[in-house]
Nanobody, 117 residues
Framework: QVQLMESGGGLVQAGGSLRLSCTASLSVFTFDAMGWYRQGPGEQRVLVATINSGGGTNYANFVKGRFSISRDNAKNTVDLQMNSLQLEDTAAYYC???????????WGQGTQVTVSS
């Protein structure tokens, strides 16, 4: 049973920073890719950033230059460093781990990030 646990969410003022962490029950090398997604109120869940098994990263345009995804193999974590937070970044943030063969996605329960003015 794959389990993902997010942590690090909270309330922060605009312009501030937060660091989210996703701890996996398996080695992060087990997965073909891991990433962070977010879902605002009344919105669909969208990709924020991903990192693949080779260390390659991908970012949504709206976070480029502000957010950074990284992987700690020893701790089995994937972190999302969020800087220059904006009101629009308010959302529930979810960690996702993916196998490509067979295709399987695993999700964490989410952590809330609220950016205030």
């Amino acid at each position: 049973q794959v389990q993902l646990m997010e942590s690090g969410g909270g309330l922060v003022q605009a312009g501030g920073s937060l660091r989210l962490s996703c701890t996996a029950s398996l080695s992060v090398f087990t997965f073909d890719a891991m990433g962070w997604y977010r879902q605002g109120p009344g919105e669909q869940r969208v990709l924020v950033a991903t990192i693949n098994s080779g260390g390659g990263t991908n970012y949504a345009n709206f976070v480029k230059g502000r957010f950074s995804i990284s992987r700690d193999n020893a701790k089995n974590t994937v972190d999302l460093q969020m800087n220059s937070l904006q009101l629009e970044d308010t959302a529930a943030y979810y960690c996702k781990a993916q196998w490509l063969w067979p295709v399987r996605d695993f999700w964490g329960q989410g952590t809330q990030v609220t950016v205030s003015s």
